[in-house]
């Protein structure tokens, strides 16, 4: 709590202290507490003893609780599978350990793991089809022949702008109507907002329809915060593909 306010960072200690009482079964944040009181008054109390510990023995209980702070089980896992992302976060981080230190080696772990994480998300996985009559409940009264159906999956973030509008612009010929299923996407940053704008204004250029169905409530929240339901209005939201078809069938 005092270390903070004289620009150091107690990560070291905390994280041998909250691994050792991982380790002993603790489960509360109570634990910390105790372990704290605990080191407190061996100090004061018998300090005169502990002084008499040879620092060889210290240190051999410091390895072992530097051994038992690894998940080898989860570590044979990653390198037996060949999870190249997890083994080269694991190297990273184990080479900044011993070549810096544990903070650096945390930070660089971090930064190594948001740019393999942009790396990895940037291809959108964008698949189109066609409204099939057979695989509805009833029958069609609505040509749906000029409809199609857009089935977006991944985050909608900077990493992999432009591709959905490029999708779009293969299909706005020939379409009067664009439903796009976004219920795989689970989040979205101010790049995915904009190209869902730029989407709106090819379609509208068009003279093409377009409606989003499945949006989940967290990515909901933030087209409102970019007023993006005021700009395309909310009449244009719906649960699944099916509703957008009974809606089309009413008109």
């Avoid at 200690?13 to 910390?32: D, E, F, H, P, Y």
């Avoid at 372990?35 to 390895?63: D, E, K, T």
């Amino acid at each position: 709590m005092v270390i903070p306010f004289f620009g150091g960072i107690p990560a070291a200690a905390a994280i041998a202290r909250t691994s050792v009482a991982i380790k002993a079964g603790g489960q509360t944040r109570l634990v910390s507490i105790f372990h704290a009181i605990a080191l407190l008054i061996s100090m004061f109390v018998l300090g005169p003893y502990m002084s008499q510990i040879p620092l060889s023995a210290l240190a051999g209980v410091l390895i072992m609780t530097a051994w038992r702070m690894n998940e080898w089980d989860e570590i044979k896992s990653i390198f037996r599978n060949r999870i190249k992302t997890s083994i080269t976060q694991f190297l990273v981080t184990m080479l900044a350990t011993v070549v810096f230190d544990l903070t650096v080696a945390i930070v660089l772990g971090i930064c190594v793991s948001m740019f393999l994480f942009v790396i990895n998300n940037s291809s959108l996985h964008v698949e189109t089809s066609a409204i099939e009559p057979h695989r509805l409940d009833k029958e069609i009264n609505y040509n749906h022949s000029t409809t199609r159906v857009i089935y977006v999956a991944g985050p909608l973030f900077f990493g992999n702008q432009d591709q959905l509008l490029s999708k779009v612009r293969e299909l706005i010929d020939g379409c009067d109507h664009i439903i796009l299923s976004v219920r795989g996407v689970p989040s979205i940053d101010d790049s995915g907002i904009h190209e869902l704008m730029d989407v709106v204004e090819l379609c509208r250029a068009h003279k093409v329809q377009f409606s989003f169905t499945g949006v989940q409530n967290n990515v909901m929240r933030q087209l409102r915060r970019h007023h993006f339901d005021a700009y395309v209005g909310e009449d244009i939201f719906y649960w699944d593909v099916i509703k957008v078809i009974e809606m089309l069938e009413g008109k």
